[in-house]
């Protein structure tokens, strides 16, 4: 090994370990604020967020570094991916010790610990959480780009623990002031933001060792109306048809399935060539959980609250009122092509909304 290679990997090997120790200080910070907080540790919680001015020095020193090895090694390939890394796993460390600070301020808030059913939430949650951090920080310290996949696959396990707590908090029959309940709330939304943070570390993890790009994010899409007989089958198999790489696509009846489709809806729909292979009325008839992992609810008749009592908090519920459907609801082939040009407009500004010009 040459004497500027030495340098090179003695350089990099110090930047490394500077990450290392920033992660392992802001694992204590949130472990800290959490223990704090379930405690009433006023002392502890003063100490987490004095500490956050030594997490911020670091991550100022660490940036300086990286970008002195960039200037004076120019690094290519590998080594310029992991400084790539290394800049913004920087920044989520920095971002995740903000988060054990502001949980650590939520005691100031509160009247001493939380409730025990609150506190319960706090800790099953924070177990979870802390967990994905620990195993997105060791995927990085290791290379183990495996291991960065399954810890982002853990996140929806998060997502639906925090979907969870947050319909326990709108309990009208507990007794939480509105401060308390405004507190844990706050305390819900940074764990869940050190969850999304453990994902993007994760993903530089993998970027790191594979080269590979943050995927695009897939979104899972509901449409709903009153029987699934015809307008939500159509503007599924729409949404197949022109945008199958965003998103994932649903629909079904909000009160009580049809026996069969529209008169003529198949043959429509084979014509524009969209799949009406698999198309059948099917009742909606879904857990708490798996009505969690849709990003969008599509009301086609109703409003989506006349169809579902508690629609998940992270979910977004859009009422399309269409203007092209007969009153009596009997499709001619020129009311089909109505709905269909209204529908496509609809689908491609919500797609294009969520996904950005890259929708497809």
Same mark, same amino acid.
């Given at each position: ?12 090997? @110090? ?48 940036? #300086?570094?990286?970008?002195? &090895?960039?200037?004076? @090694?120019?690094?290519?390939?590998? @080594? ?101 309940? &405004? ?34 994010? =897939?979104?899972?899409?509901? &449409? ?21 790489? #965003? ?20 043959? &429509? ?34 409003? =989506? ?56």
């Amino acid at each position: 090994m040459s004497h500027y290679e030495q340098r090179l990997e003695k350089d990099l090997e @110090h930047i490394r370990g500077e990450v290392s120790d920033l992660a392992t200080s802001v694992k204590q910070a949130v472990k800290n604020s959490i223990h704090a907080l379930l405690t009433a540790n006023q002392d502890l919680a003063s100490a987490t967020i004095l500490g956050d001015g030594p997490i911020n020095r670091k991550m100022r020193e660490i940036d #300086s570094l990286c970008h002195q &090895f960039i200037a004076v @090694h120019l690094p290519s390939a590998g @080594h310029l991916r992991l400084m790539s890394s290394v800049i913004r796993i920087n920044i989520i460390l920095e971002r995740v010790g903000d988060y054990a600070v502001t949980i650590s301020r939520e005691l100031q808030r509160i009247d001493g610990a939380p409730d025990k059913r609150l506190a319960q939430g706090i800790e099953l949650l924070a177990d979870e959480v802390q967990l994905m951090l620990k195993q997105a920080i060791a995927s990085f310290d290791e290379d183990n780009a495996e291991l960065a996949r399954g810890t982002i696959a853990m996140s929806a396990q998060v997502d639906n623990t925090v979907s969870g707590l947050y319909e326990e908090l709108l309990d009208e029959q507990a007794k939480w002031s509105l401060i308390e309940r &405004f507190a844990v709330f706050s305390v819900y939304h940074r764990l869940e933001r050190i969850a999304d943070q453990a994902k993007n570390l994760c993903e530089q993890t993998i970027f790191t060792v594979s080269g590979e790009g943050k995927a695009n994010k =897939v979104y899972q899409i509901l &449409f709903i109306d009153d029987d699934n007989s015809c307008l939500s089958q159509l503007a599924e198999a729409v949404a197949r048809k022109h945008f199958p790489e #965003s998103g994932k696509y649903v629909s079904a009846a909000g009160r009580e399935a049809a026996e069969t489709l529209s008169s003529g809806l198949t043959e &429509f729909i084979d014509s524009h060539g969209m799949d009406a292979s698999k198309a059948k009325p099917k009742a909606y008839d879904m857990t708490p959980a798996e009505l969690n992992r849709f990003h969008v609810i599509v009301s086609l008749k109703a409003p =989506v609250s006349s169809y579902i009592d508690k629609i998940p908090f992270q979910t977004t519920a859009l009422n399309w009122k269409l203007t092209s459907v007969p009153e009596d609801c009997a499709c001619s082939d020129q009311d089909f092509e109505s709905i269909h040009r209204e529908l496509s407009v609809l689908i491609k500004d919500m797609m294009m909304l969520l996904r950005g010009e890259d929708a497809a």
